[in-house]
């Protein structure tokens, strides 16, 4: 949804407050999408700050399915959202303020799905587990060692190796 901006940005004081759904379905995160389950409509308020300048509160509610780091297993995660960001029109923004802000406001106009969609993406956990001692899948046979052991001799059956592993695991991808 693409919201206009031009009287925030033109009238000084101008504050208005407007509920807007969030058209989003999923989230690209990484290369990946990821579906959204869930959304709340998106609160926001805009503030003229200055000639050409508004301030942006969001308020926001997102159910994600993500996918457990270790096993593969769908695992929902609840977003709650409620952040600030600066808008400046393009006829007064300087060259570090376009691309600041690149994504979320197209000319004069704010896209509500980008700016929660940055938003998103800017608070994505380090690490997603379906459970804390998720015993993650066989490196050997692919089985879900949460269900029970395999036959292999590389399962990891502690699930305080299984964090070493995930720490080994993240160094390689640097
Ligand atoms: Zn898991
Ligand atoms: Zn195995």
Redesign the pocket.
Known sequence: MLINMTDVFTEEEKSVVKEVPLELTSICFQGEDFRILEKSPVTLTLTNTGQGRASIEAEAAVKVELK?D????EVTKEFTLQFSAQAVSPDVADEQEQDEERGFLEGYQLNVDSLISNEIITCWPMKI???ED?K?LCSVCGKDL?EGKCDCDTFVPDPRMAAIMDIFRENKEV
């Open positions: 457990c270790r096993c593969l297993r587990l379906c459970k998720c993650g949460n």
